[in-house]
């Protein structure tokens, strides 16, 4: 059986976890290209080589790194009170970080702010622990945006040019 993409593989369950839809994007009518270790996956054999591309090492060892970068979503999703208590303050000092991010790219502030803001905000909030291990620099602000953010906007732009 040779599978042409269509929508309907994006709500297909990874047996991996999750759904296909997670990880493909459509290169062409016969190819997907995963968003995490940006390999070509052909789908001709149909919903088997999805299962077997998830299950690669390479693209494990992408899904661990992106899991690793924390998400925007989690960042600015509401909390109460007693979930925002339970967090770490390296948890809230990631999330400081990913709102920071979001705010910079979405101002066009450029990246070499991004060092010396990690300075002031210890400058000024010299008792917050949270500044304290809010570490932030150019590079780290372009790997979120390649491997994180970007990954973000990218979706975003494909479900609106549809």
Known sequence: MVLHYSDDLLKTPDPNGGKFGDWIVKKDTFNV???LCKSNVCIKEGEKAL???????KHHKAKGAQAGTGNIFQAFAQQDAKQREQKSCEEKARDAELIYLHHIEAHGIPPHVASCTTLLFKQMFPDSKIAEKFTFSDTKQGYEITHGLGQH??????????
């Open 51 to 57: 299962a077997k591309h998830s299950s690669s090492a």
């Open 33 to 35: 290209t995963c968003r």
């Open 153 to 162: 906007y990218n979706n975003l732009t494909l479900v609106l040019s549809y």
